[in-house]
């Protein structure tokens, strides 16, 4: 079987941003007088968008909504100025990207951030990768794993699943 098209998420597979994204949560804490979390503990909290991982990151306060919005919004603020810090691809990614590109493989990004941000991400880290479609959260798809969104970026990429 030959691959025509291969849709990557950005973090935790393309990026590691995980220390970024603990540092924003961390400060963001510390704006509402909470303990700042360890990495490992971000590590199991990553993964479904912001807004969960800062009322995950409550704890026993997890049902107060006030305070997750006001952490929420410290967090992006934070993160806003530090998103490349120290994130950077993983070990390999750009040489196996390279490779799927000489391959003939078209290469695209799919992930749950703002859509902008996606395309500012990929263009700071994968300057030379041909990415034929990059794409964050929009509001025409439910956000993954709902498929819509991959069924989307295949049609764009002319690729049946």
């Known amino acids: 079987m030959r691959y025509e098209a291969v849709i990557f998420d950005l973090d935790g ?26 990495l490992e503990t971000y590590r199991y909290l990553v993964g479904e968008g912001a807004q969960k991982l800062m009322s995950e990151a409550l704890g026993e306060d997890k049902g107060n ?37 000489k391959k003939g493989i078209k290469l695209g990004v799919l992930s749950n951030k703002p859509n902008d941000f996606v395309g500012h991400c990929v263009a700071r880290f994968f300057p030379n990768i041909p990415f034929k479609y990059v794409a964050g959260e929009q509001p025409a798809f439910s956000r993954k794993p709902d498929p819509a969104g991959a069924f989307a970026a295949l049609k764009a990429l002319k690729t049946d699943p």
Do not use: H, M
């Open 65 to 101: 909504e006030a305070l997750a919005n006001k952490l929420l919004s410290a967090f992006k603020e934070d993160y806003a100025k530090r998103w490349d810090e120290t994130s950077r691809p993983y070990e390999g990614i750009e040489e196996l990207l390279e490779k799927l590109d």
């Open 13 to 38: 597979t393309l990026l590691n941003t995980l220390q970024d994204i603990a540092t924003s949560a961390n400060v963001a804490l510390a704006t509402c007088g909470k303990k700042p979390l360890s």
